[in-house]
């Protein structure tokens, strides 16, 4: 399977380590340069290792240090989503990479697929809906987004509501996990958790006994539980 590090997730920055053989993708660079930086050296790594770089949205938490990553690496190792484009095939090595675009109000917002030989990895943040039929992809892992409880926004004002509903919560999570085929999958992350409105321990659970998959939740500062 693909080794998975998280470097940051949730609003105050988004950063990712996806590992697999001698492969290194970074997928987002929403913290500080030299934060990047020490945590590949944490991992033996530096950023001449790293194979490609993945960017979900330009959204600073997602994107902060994008350029000085891009100015290193070059443009040919290096993907931002732009606009809203169907979808968009590339080989990183022996993974094969598909973008597909993914609805997150206005802006312009892409989820990926990783896959090689073995093992086909899904990665989705920052979005309400993905409107693909993703069925015929048996996901080995999933790294998706769960925003927030439906429980603790019950009180927002719209204005706030229509904000965080541009994001998935745990409903929708289930909505869209009931959608794929799960019968390869080992392991589901949670990601980019609200602090404020989130539930880490009633989210895992949810998810970890509905579906009988294992489930880990990324951490703010980094780390996985």
Excluded at 75 to 98: A, M, R, W, Y
Aim: glycine share 6%.
């Amino acid at each position: 399977m693909f080794d998975i590090k998280c470097f940051a997730t949730g609003s105050s920055g988004n950063s990712y380590l996806i590992s697999k053989g001698k492969s290194h993708i970074l997928i987002e660079c929403g913290i500080p340069y030299n934060k990047l930086i020490t945590n590949l050296s944490l991992n033996g790594l530096s950023l001449n290792d790293i194979d490609y770089c993945l960017v979900s949205h330009k959204h600073r938490d997602h994107n902060l240090c994008f350029n000085e990553v891009n100015k290193l690496l070059g443009n040919d190792k290096c993907f931002i989503t732009q606009e809203n484009e169907p979808t968009i095939n590339f080989n990183i090595g022996s993974i094969k990479v598909l973008a597909i675009s993914v609805n997150h109000g206005s802006e312009p917002c892409s989820a990926f697929i990783l896959s090689d030989d073995e093992d086909t990895l899904l990665f989705a943040t920052d979005f309400m809906e993905i409107e693909w039929n993703l069925k015929n992809f048996k996901f080995t892992q999933i790294m998706i987004e769960c925003n927030y409880y439906e429980k603790y926004i019950d009180d927002l004002s719209p204005k706030e509501k229509r904000q965080i509903n541009t994001h998935l919560g745990l409903n929708g999570l289930i909505i869209h996990l009931d959608s794929f085929d799960l019968s390869r999958c080992k392991e589901i992350y949670l990601i980019h958790l609200s602090r404020k409105y989130s539930d880490e321990m009633i989210m895992k659970a949810t998810i970890e006994t509905k579906y009988k998959i294992k489930t880990y939740v990324c951490q703010e500062n980094g780390g996985i539980k």
